[in-house]
């Protein structure tokens, strides 16, 4: 079922603390400090990283690197261009990795998609603007990862490109990453297109190898490295998912899937494992937030949810959603309800030990939302996840410290 609250009026700072637990009293939910970075549309990708080496986490979105942990000088990557919100910007996720192996976190962009990919180098404490390499021609998808996926290969990327889905791996040979690309499926230009909409990854089915999971269906990985295509297993998760995440949400010790119904319209829906004895998978729908939303109710409901992090808030042990609303995402007259507040929540885990789960919303911000893309990371060591966003509102940081007392 749906889950039902009213929306509560928040008197919401750009600075300063605020309760991020609407309705729910007892639930330890954090606090918030919220930090605009920059009121420009840069990008819809922002993302954590320690780029000068001092131990402290820093903010890359767009052009620029913020230095923690106060983030108030920021640092030119490339020459800065702000972009009209009605349109999009060449930056759409941000990865921070060392990718030359001289132990500096270097700089991965992914562009509008279906267009050039290229990553930044570090210089080493330097001044200017950072060296530019080149990636890939072709870029697609709208959700990318930064994950392993094969045991021993390391991270690398998430997505589809040529017709393609698969991923890229990485050697860094004469101090520069040397790149391949791993094909799982069949090669559909339909489907994989530029603009495809949701992928993820995770064990599907508990054998110990990582799975990838579309729209469509998974693919399941072959126990022979490099065999592909893959094995398709078609069930419809949905229509256009973002970032499609894989864990046990119900405690069932079964993995279930997370994921948008429609990231340009609505529904938030976790997809429950089932298995008959002989071990055939199928699954259950359960909707967090209604795929047809009454529009005359006072429940929640977020539109244009684009980009989703899974991580644990409160220090319970349990994985939690951070999502929102992806604000303008065709901008002021496209999508369902373009013009409403640009919502960032947090959605909290609570098993009942019987199999069942639910997902509590707490809003944490009414004038930000998210890009295509939302990390949440404790960067601030407070045990406590903090969140970076870059969108066509700005560039906006939430520093998360753990609530001391209920709220009333």
Avoid at 132 to 143: L, W
């Amino acid at each position: 079922m749906p889950l039902k609250i009213r929306l509560a009026a928040f008197l919401l700072l750009s600075s300063g603390f605020f309760s991020a637990d609407p309705a729910c009293g007892n639930t330890a939910a954090p606090e918030f400090k919220k930090l605009v970075l920059a009121d420009k549309f840069y990008a819809e990708g922002a993302n954590f990283g320690d780029f000068n080496r001092d131990g402290f986490p820093d903010v890359v979105a767009g052009p620029f690197w913020y230095e923690g942990p106060d983030f108030t000088k920021k640092h030119e990557i490339y020459p800065p261009q702000f972009f009209n919100p009605e349109e999009y910007s060449d930056n759409f996720s941000v990865f921070s990795v060392d990718l030359n192996g001289d132990g500096w976190e270097d700089v991965f962009i992914c562009p509008h998609p279906g267009t050039k990919g290229y990553w930044y180098e570090n210089p080493k404490g330097r001044s200017g603007h950072w060296k530019k390499h080149f990636f890939a021609n072709e870029v697609c998808n709208e959700s990318w990862m930064w994950t392993e996926i094969l045991k021993g290969a390391g991270k690398g990327l998430l997505y589809n490109r040529n017709g393609y889905l698969g991923f890229s791996t990485y050697k860094i040979k004469n101090n520069a990453p040397q790149w391949t690309f791993h094909p799982v499926s069949h090669k559909d230009t339909r489907r994989y297109e530029r603009y495809t909409h949701g992928v993820g990854c995770g064990d599907i089915n508990g054998d110990g190898l990582v799975d990838l999971i579309d729209k469509e269906g998974w693919w399941e990985q072959p126990k022979i490295t490099g065999k592909t295509p893959w094995i398709f297993h078609k069930f419809k998760f949905a229509m256009a998912g973002a970032h499609m995440r894989v864990f046990d949400v119900n405690g069932d010790g079964l993995n279930d899937v997370v994921t948008a119904w429609h990231c340009h319209l609505y529904g938030l829906l976790w997809y429950e494992q089932k298995r008959t004895e002989d071990g055939v998978i199928s699954w259950k729908r359960h909707e967090i937030l209604p795929i047809k939303p009454d529009l005359k109710s006072p429940s929640l409901r977020i539109s244009q949810m684009h980009a989703m992090d899974i991580v644990d808030f409160n220090g319970d042990g349990l994985p939690d959603i951070v999502t929102g609303k992806r604000f303008w995402a065709h901008g002021s007259g496209g999508d369902r309800e373009p013009n409403a507040p640009a919502v960032l929540y947090w959605f909290e885990l609570k098993r009942d030990g019987k199999g069942g789960a639910s997902f509590i919303p707490h809003q944490i911000d009414n004038d930000s939302g998210i890009g295509t893309q939302v990390v949440a990371k404790d960067i601030n060591k407070d045990n406590t996840p903090d969140i970076v966003v870059a969108n066509k509102k700005g560039i906006f940081l939430f520093l998360s410290k753990p609530k001391t007392t209920n709220q009333k």
